[in-house]
């Protein structure tokens, strides 16, 4: 069934499909009226206009809808039985573990078991992004998360792995659309907690790490 669509469900599930967020992932798909096709939040596919999107809960759900599988992200894998995958998830649990940085490639081979070039490829066919695209967007939300709740910028930009204000500041008209001064002011209680009476589960946006030495 069609998620039942609240106008603060709406906004926040589209934030997460325009964010890529991968704290998202498994919970929202998210399909394109025009194409008829599906795609999971963090597919690197160019975004639609929003009056053409609406979110589903699974793939089963899209597809019975009538939209097809996107060829870039392939949400339709959830259901397909791949002996990487569990590797990969033990990965992403890795890099979500790591509060105040972004872990590099080698480690994260070291703790799978797979070679970096494998772990990569592997990792962004079922991802859809690269380990270091997924730890950077967990990054990113966590940084807005201490932002809106009045954290002191230096604070909050150190603690969530940026290393310096200069690298933050780079990063902040594509992660926040604005300076992080600018964001912080706006002081916009933007949940990423949600109960719907539609939605069989909450949503949890979760946190940000450091920057690493992960390829792009």
């Not at 669509?5 to 589209?14: D, H, I, N």
């Not at 589903?56 to 759900?61: G, P």
């Not at 859809?128 to 909050?156: C, M, N, T, W």
């Not at 204000?165 to 990423?192: D, F, I, N, R």
Request: aromatic letters at 10%; hydrophobic letters at 30%; charged letters at 25%.
């Amino acid at each position: 069934m069609q998620l039942h669509q609240t106008s603060v469900l709406e906004k926040t599930l589209w934030e997460a499909v325009l964010n890529r967020d991968p704290t998202f992932e498994g919970k929202l798909f998210y399909g394109v009226r025009s194409t008829r096709i599906y795609c999971r939040p963090i597919c690197p596919s160019r975004r639609p206009n929003r009056n053409q999107v609406c979110f589903f809960e699974s793939a089963q759900e899209a597809e019975i809808a009538g939209f097809r599988p996107c060829k870039r992200c392939q949400p339709q894998s959830e259901t397909v039985p791949n002996p990487g995958k569990a590797k990969v998830l033990a990965a992403c649990r890795y890099i979500e573990a790591q509060s105040d940085r972004i872990p590099t490639l080698s480690e994260l081979c070291s703790q799978v078991g797979m070679s970096p070039s494998y772990l990569q490829k592997l990792f962004k066919q079922i991802i859809g992004v690269s380990p270091f695209q997924y730890a950077d967007a967990l990054r990113s939300q966590r940084l807005k998360q201490r932002l809106q709740s009045g954290e002191e910028i230096a604070h909050a930009v150190y603690d969530t792995g940026y290393g310096s204000s200069s690298q933050l500041y780079e990063k902040a008209p594509k992660q926040l659309g604005m300076t992080p001064k600018t964001y912080q002011q706006a002081g916009k209680t933007y949940q990423h907690c949600l109960c719907d009476r539609s939605m069989s589960t909450r949503i949890f946006a979760c946190g940000n790490n450091r920057k690493g030495y992960l390829r792009r």
